[in-house]
C-alpha cells in the first residue's frame, strides 16, 4: 500500500521458472468452464475487518468468486490465530470450482511497515546504508518468507523499488526506499525478490512507475497525487528498478496510482493502458500479474466508486483489483461490476481470459 502501513499480517507463493510462467499448468480447461461472475473474481482480493472471516467471505471463495484475501492488523492477534485462519480460507476454496489455492497477502516491506512482528526486522534503508546491504537484503527476503510462510500466507506485497529522491520525502521518512541511487535500488529489490521466492513467497515489485519523487505530503492514500517528471526521468530513474525485478522473475508488480502526465496526462498510472500496457508489458516486457494498489484510495478521486473503479482498472490491464477497504461487499460489488462489464462486452472476453489465466497459472504455483 502507499501510505504507512504497521504491524499486521503475511504472505507466500512459488517462484516462478526461469521463462517467468509459474508452471506448465494450463489454466485455459479451469477459464473456460468458469461463469462470468467467476472470471470476475479470479481478479479480486477482499479484504474483511477483525479476526474472523465473515460469512459473506467465506461464501465468495465457496462460490469461486475470489482471487485472495488481504490482511492487516486488525486481522491478527497471534501468528498460530492467523494460520487457522489462513487454513480456513484454503479449505474453503478447495470446496469451490477452481480450487486453486487463494492469493493471501499482506505487506511485510521491514521496520515500521510489516504485518507481523519479526524478519524482516530492518527497513530497506537500514538494509541500503547496512556495511553490506546486498547480504542484508538477501538475508531480509529469505527472513520474509519463512515469516509468512510459517503462518499460510502466500504473497508480500515487497519490496518497494521507489528511489527515493529528497532525504525524509514521502517514501523515504518510514525507511521504505534503499536509495535514492536507482541502481542501488535495482540491484536490492532483485536480491530481496530472489530469496524471498526462493523460500516459495511471491514478491511484488511495487510502486510502478516509481513514487520516489512524491513529495512528504503526496500521499496517493489521501488524495491525488501528481508527479511532473519528464520522460527521460522516469525511465532512467523511476523504472530502472523494474528492469532487474522482471530479470529476477518477481511475480507480481503493483502500479501506483499516481499521476504521471509525461506517459499519461488523463489517467493515474493503474488506470492507463498506456503504463500498465505500453511501459511495463510491452516496453519492459513484465509477464507476470499485475495488482492495483487499494481500489478505496484518495488518489482516485474523481474516477467515481468501487465498480467504476474497478473497470477502469480492468480495461487498463490490471491482472488483479486490491479492494482493501476492509469490507467484503467492496470486493464483491467489484466482481458484479466487471462480470456486468464482461457479459455486456465493455471488456473484451479473449483479453479478460487472458488476465484471468496469469493469475490462474499464479494461485497453481502456490502452496496452500
Not at 501510505?3 to 480447461?29: C, F, H, K, M, Q
Not at 498460530?80 to 480450487?99: D, I, P
Not at 531480509?140 to 502466500?154: I, Q, T, W
Request: proline letters at 5%; glycine letters at 8%; one cysteine or more.
Amino acid at each position: 500500500m502507499a501510505a504507512l502501513v504497521l504491524l499486521g499480517a503475511a504472505a507466500l507463493i512459488t517462484a516462478v521458472e526461469a521463462d517467468g510462467a509459474a508452471s506448465a499448468y494450463n489454466p485455459s480447461p479451469v477459464s473456460s468452464k468458469l461463469t462470468a461472475l467467476q472470471l470476475a473474481g479470479q481478479r479480486v482480493i477482499y479484504g474483511y475487518k477483525g479476526l474472523t472471516p465473515p460469512a459473506a467471505l467465506l461464501t465468495a471463495i465457496r462460490a469461486g468468486q475470489a482471487a485472495g484475501v488481504i490482511f492487516f492488523a486488525d486481522n491478527i492477534s497471534t501468528p498460530s490465530q492467523l494460520k487457522t485462519v489462513a487454513a480456513q480460507l484454503q479449505a474453503a476454496t478447495a470446496q469451490s470450482s477452481v480450487k486453486l489455492p487463494l492469493l493471501l497477502m499482506t505487506d511485510q516491506e521491514g521496520g515500521q511497515v510489516r504485518r507481523l512482528p519479526g524478519a524482516p526486522i530492518n527497513s530497506e534503508k537500514q538494509i541500503g546504508e547496512s556495511s553490506d546491504p546486498a547480504s542484508a537484503a538477501r538475508r531480509a527476503g529469505r527472513g520474509a518468507g519463512l515469516n509468512l510462510r510459517s503462518v499460510g500466507l502466500n504473497v508480500n506485497l515487497a519490496p518497494v523499488l521507489d528511489a527515493y529522491r529528497h532525504a525524509g520525502n514521502f517514501i523515504d521518512q518510514f525507511g521504505r526506499s534503499y536509495a535514492s541511487n536507482p541502481r542501488t535500488v535495482a540491484a536490492l529489490g532483485a536480491d530481496f525478490i530472489t530469496k524471498q521466492q526462493q523460500v516459495d513467497v511471491a514478491a511484488t515489485a511495487k510502486h510502478f512507475p516509481g513514487l520516489g519523487a512524491a513529495a512528504r505530503s503526496q500521499d496517493t492514500d489521501n488524495g491525488p497525487v501528481t508527479l511532473n517528471l519528464s520522460l527521460s526521468q522516469i525511465r532512467s530513474i523511476d523504472e530502472l528498478p523494474y528492469r532487474s525485478a522482471i530479470a529476477a522473475h518477481s511475480d507480481l508488480v503493483m502500479v501506483s496510482w499516481a499521476r504521471y502526465p509525461a506517459l499519461d496526462p488523463s489517467y493515474p498510472a493503474g488506470l492507463s493502458a498506456t503504463i500498465v500496457q505500453g511501459e511495463l508489458r510491452h516496453r519492459l516486457k513484465f509477464k507476470g500479474v499485475t495488482i492495483t494498489d487499494a481500489l478505496e484510495a484518495g488518489a482516485l478521486r474523481g474516477f467515481g466508486g468501487t465498480s467504476e473503479r474497478a473497470f477502469l482498472a480492468a480495461r487498463a490491464g490490471m491482472d488483479l483489483i486490491l479492494c482493501a477497504s476492509k469490507s467484503p461487499s467492496q470486493g464483491a460489488a467489484a466482481v458484479k461490476a466487471l462480470a456486468g462489464a464482461l457479459t455486456t462486452d465493455h471488456l473484451g472476453r479473449s483479453a479478460f481470459v487472458s488476465e484471468v489465466n496469469r493469475v490462474l497459472t499464479l494461485r497453481h504455483s502456490l502452496k496452500g
